[in-house]
């Protein structure tokens, strides 16, 4: 018994010593780098099909409480390439919406390209329904749980409007450092067709950013191309005044990234012009430029919300102090006199305002903040730029600034108005 049991016992041991070293050997094992550069899409151009479905790919439900789905399927006369593409359609009483998607293992640290040829057909937003008809990214733990980080980790494309040809449309985002997996999603929830083709999903090695950290903000340059000596504490000292007069508590570091080119930044980004983006629920600001004031200022109300445009801009210019270097009271002033300048409540939104005139009515806006805080103070207006994040009705605005300055917005508007028609700068 007692040498059956030993051999048993060295049986076991020897066992449990062969499977440690394995284990040992396991971990030696290098982990092999992930394919960089290649398409990850299962049938990209739609040419294989399963009965109604294209092969790889899967339709899933996406948003909405109803039954009345979009409709989706196979295009054989609208396509880019190849013999079919697919399409995706809304009506303007979807309330269930599906989406076509894919789903791929991918690396944290690392980056997307994704990409699509697409073709929209008389696409329309109506009322209750969201500004997507493009393709996206959309992330998850190695649980199947939705990365729901400060970055709000999913990513779309540009939105199609309207009638227009084929155009190839993609974008580059950063791998969350907790995602396992991707979907590549096809999204259509507006009125009217967009096809889709020759699409792409591609891991791209991260860009090898330097980074110098400060207070509010991390600077990253690219290596041989840093900062000019000045610029960064130019910007810190631009930064600090800007919170101290608007009175902010801080609590995410804006990331500004700078291009020394407007090719590199291109390059990046992925498009094929421009040299600078803000990429507002990240806080970053991307561009060729040294130094900026403006969009880091909207970079810091980021956290507050998003009220109504006129209020945002009025804000951002009560910290700058002037118009390209005018006296702000003045530059509306001129407006008002030469009657260029409508009611506030009438150019409440971007569109209104960009149908008026950003030159006339911003300037309008800010001399009303400025006018605004200064007899009132800047925590009223802050409370009444929280109260009204997301707010496009000029009645719902109307009932929270009555709430907060206990006077009707349009009153306040035609006293500032009277105001700015006397005003005279001090000398």
């Avoid at 696409?123 to 998850?140: P, W």
């Avoid at 506030?344 to 001399?367: C, E, H, R």
């Avoid at 409370?383 to 707010?391: G, H, I, S």
Wanted: glycine share 8%; proline share 4%; aromatic share 14%.
């Amino acid at each position: 018994m007692t040498s059956r049991r030993s051999a048993a016992v060295a049986a076991l041991m020897a066992l449990l010593v062969s499977a440690a070293g394995c284990g040992e050997k396991a971990k030696e094992q290098t982990v092999p780098a992930p394919t960089l550069g290649a398409n990850l899409i299962v049938n990209p151009s739609f040419e294989e099909w399963d009965g109604s479905q294209p092969v790889g790919w899967k339709l899933e439900y996406f948003e909405g409480a109803g039954k009345k789905e979009n409709i989706y399927g196979k295009s054989a006369d609208e396509k880019k390439s190849g013999q079919f593409a697919y399409f995706l359609r809304g009506v303007y009483n979807v309330d269930r919406w599906m989406v076509l998607v894919q789903r791929h293992t991918i690396t944290p640290g690392y980056r997307l390209w994704f990409a699509a040829e697409m073709r929209g057909k008389g696409l329309q937003k109506n009322k209750g329904q969201e500004d997507r008809a493009n393709i996206y990214v959309r992330f998850y733990d190695k649980n199947g749980k939705r990365v729901n980080d400060r970055y709000y980790a999913d990513g779309y494309t540009r939105t199609l409007y309207g009638t227009s040809d084929w155009r190839r449309i993609g974008r580059r985002v950063d791998i969350p450092k907790n995602a396992h997996s991707v979907d590549f999603g096809l999204i259509c929830q507006m009125t009217g067709r967009i096809y889709f083709d020759d699409v792409e999903l591609v891991l791209e090695a991260p860009i090898p950013w330097k980074e110098i950290g400060a207070k509010y903000v991390n600077y990253y340059y690219l290596e041989g191309s840093p900062f000019p000596a000045g610029a960064i504490d130019k910007e810190n000292a631009f930064i600090e005044s800007s919170v101290k007069k608007l009175d902010l508590k801080v609590e995410n570091k804006i990331g500004y990234y700078y291009y020394p080119s407007e090719s590199k930044f291109q390059e990046i980004i992925g498009v094929r012009k421009g040299h600078e983006r803000a990429m507002w629920k990240k806080q970053e600001l991307h561009t060729t430029k040294t130094y900026d004031d403006h969009e880091m200022i909207h970079m810091l109300l980021v956290p507050l919300g998003y009220p109504p445009f006129g209020i945002v801009e009025g804000l951002v210019f009560y910290v700058l102090g002037s118009w390209e270097g005018r006296d702000l009271h003045l530059v509306a002033k001129q407006s008002l006199s030469g009657m260029k300048l409508p009611a506030l409540y009438k150019i409440f939104t971007q569109q209104d305002m960009d149908a008026a005139g950003m030159s006339n009515v911003v300037p309008g806006w800010a001399s009303f903040t400025i006018w605004l805080i200064d007899r009132h103070g800047i925590d009223k207006f802050m409370k009444l730029y929280k109260a009204t994040n997301e707010v496009e009705d000029p009645a719902v605005f109307a009932t929270q600034f009555k709430t907060i300055y206990g006077k009707d917005f349009q009153e306040m508007d035609r006293d500032w108005r009277l105001w700015v028609l006397r005003y005279q700068p001090r000398k």
